[in-house]
Every structure is written in structure tokens, then in C-alpha cells.
């Protein structure tokens, strides 16, 4: 089936720093790819959506500056959490929905504590 | 906007009841929906996905229905074991946004 790589798995940064997740798709192209948050206890909130080629749309309430994304290509989409705070830290997950199929595909996840 | 709830928000039984979860969405023009486990600390699993066409799907000891026209849907678990000791999620995919709305879960306990 389709699988969407997410890296890293788990991050430790200093405040102020910059950490960059990957989101791969493995085996299909992925032309939207959709970024959420979940606080501890709490449920994923979609923070954006990646487009292929162009601009991200954003929820409201969520940062475009300080959570960069980026779309390059059908399989590869970035997502890129500038000058990290402590209150950053979170997990972190993305999905794709297959073209001709149904159903969404998520990554693994990253968990990111920000020091 | 979609809102999706999810109730109990959290239910512990003994091992071998048969047990159902409940989620509700405010909008029925939905693509799909699809019931998510998840381990603490990982990522999320897929369950079962229910086409907006569809009301119900099986996969072993789950069944998931689908009442679009009243915004509901059940997670059916037969005979529960401590395995199934998780966080299950419900979402739902929207033909607008075309992304998925989830909601806040319910934690299950499967006491031995």
C-alpha cells in the first residue's frame, strides 16, 4: 500500500534554532500533502495544507513565518519550524491522500522538544 | 466548519467485552471517513475507511458504520483484548478542503 516516510522520528533542539521534518512519499505521488499538530493529550489539528508547486495554505491561527513549508516535488514535502520555542514542542505528522484511491496515508510522526 | 466529536472521551472494560465508540460530525457532505488507532507516542494507524457511499465496513473483530444523513458513525470491537488498549481516532475527509478533520479520540483501556 501507499506509505508516506516521515523523518526524523524524534528531534531534541535548543530555542532559537530551526528544525526541519521530511515527509516522503514512497511509492506514489503525493500532489497535497496536510501538516498537523497534536499537544499532548489532545487531537491532531491540521496546521496546512502543501501544494506541489506552489504556496502553502495555512489554518488560521498558525504562523506561515515561522512554520515553513515547502512543496518541490510529487513525492517531497518539508515542513521547517524557525526559531523554535519551547512551546513548539509537539508531535508532528503528515499525510497524503493517494490520487484514485480513497483515504488518507499517514507518516510516522516526529516528535520535536524544543530545550 | 467540520467539527467531529468524539464520545467517551475515555472507557476501560475487561477483557472480552464487546464494545462500541461514537463519533459525531456537524457537516454530512463528506468524502469519507476513517477510524485511526494510536499508541501512545506514535503515529496513527488506519483502522477502516467508509466511503460517503458506503455504511459499514468490517475488518475482523471491528466494524465501523456510517450514518451520513445524521452525521454518525460507530467503531464496533468484538470480544476486546488488551491489545486493543489505545487511543482510537475518527476522521472525516471533506470534499471542499479535501483534507481531513479529526476528532479529539477516546482513550480505551483493556483490563487483563
Known amino acids: 500500500g501507499a506509505v508516506v516516510s516521515q523523518h526524523p522520528s524524534w528531534v531534541i533542539c535548543k530555542s532559537g534554532t530551526s528544525v526541519k521534518i521530511e515527509c516522503r512519499s514512497l511509492?506514489?505521488?503525493?500532489?497535497?500533502m496536510f501538516w498537523y499538530r497534536q499537544f499532548p493529550k489532545q487531537s491532531l489539528m491540521l496546521m496546512a495544507t502543501?501544494?506541489?508547486?506552489?504556496?502553502?495554505?495555512?489554518e488560521q491561527g498558525v504562523e506561515k513565518d515561522k512554520f515553513l513549508i515547502n512543496h518541490a516535488s510529487l513525492t517531497l514535502s518539508t515542513l521547517t519550524v524557525t526559531s523554535a520555542h519551547p512551546e513548539d514542542s509537539s508531535f508532528y505528522i503528515c499525510s497524503a491522500r493517494v490520487q484514485g484511491a480513497s483515504g488518507y496515508t499517514f507518516g510516522s510522526g516526529t516528535r520535536l522538544t524544543v530545550v | 466548519k467540520q467539527e467531529v466529536t468524539q464520545i467517551p472521551a475515555a472507557l476501560s472494560v475487561p477483557e472480552g467485552e464487546n464494545l462500541v465508540l461514537n463519533c459525531s460530525f456537524t457537516d454530512s457532505a463528506i468524502y469519507n471517513l476513517q477510524w485511526f488507532r494510536q499508541d501512545p507516542g506514535k503515529g496513527l494507524t488506519s483502522l477502516l475507511l467508509?466511503?460517503?457511499?458506503?455504511r459499514e465496513q468490517t475488518s475482523g473483530r471491528l466494524n465501523a458504520s456510517l450514518d451520513k444523513s445524521s452525521g454518525r458513525s460507530t467503531l464496533y470491537i468484538a470480544a476486546s483484548q488488551p491489545g486493543d488498549s489505545a487511543t482510537y481516532l475518527c476522521a472525516v475527509g471533506g470534499y471542499n478542503n479535501n483534507d481531513m478533520r479529526f476528532g479529539a479520540g477516546t482513550r480505551l483501556t483493556v483490563k487483563p
Open positions: 511509492d506514489f505521488q503525493a500532489t497535497t
Open positions: 467508509i466511503q460517503s457511499s458506503q
Open positions: 502543501s501544494n506541489e508547486g506552489s504556496k502553502a495554505t495555512y
